[in-house]
């Protein structure tokens, strides 16, 4: 037993913390999707036991222009924010925003032919979701 945390967590949990599972997909760009090149700009994440979902995604449009010189920048970002608030739950962004937060998470992480895709669903196991969605948006997205 080395005491180190388990494979994706981040970081190992604080005195007393339990750690959760939780699921987790990269959102890609993918200006031309008949090449499925993509380059990632969001993470969305939910834990069932924690009763939580969120996504971070990139949301400047000069930092998206960037990343996807051959996307429609304005559509990305709309996109993105609608991605955003469906994961909150925010009835403003349509029906699917008003599912349980397991159903939204499904329907941001289906895989569809679209500019913004998904990555496989990866699993793994944190002390604090919200924390994880920020490491992992910071490792995954930011290359920190």
Request: include cysteine; hydrophobic fraction near 45%; charge should be negative.
């Amino acid at each position: 037993m080395s005491g180190r945390p388990p494979p994706g967590s981040g970081r190992g949990p604080g005195p007393g913390a339990t750690e959760v599972p939780y699921s987790f997909a990269v959102l890609r760009v993918v200006p031309h999707p008949y090449t499925g090149l993509g380059t990632p700009v969001g993470v969305v994440l939910q834990s069932r036991p924690a009763e939580f979902i969120g996504l971070r995604a990139v949301s400047d449009p000069d930092a998206l222009r960037a990343l996807a010189p051959d996307a429609d920048v304005a559509l990305l970002v709309r996109y993105l924010r609608s991605a955003a608030d469906i994961a909150a739950g925010d009835a403003a962004a349509g029906d699917v925003a008003l599912l349980s937060a397991p159903e939204r998470f499904h329907w941001l992480t289906a895989r569809r032919s679209d500019v913004i895709q998904p990555d496989p669903v990866e699993h793994a196991k944190c002390a604090d979701p919200g924390a994880e969605l920020d490491r992992l948006f910071g490792v995954r997205v930011l290359g920190a």
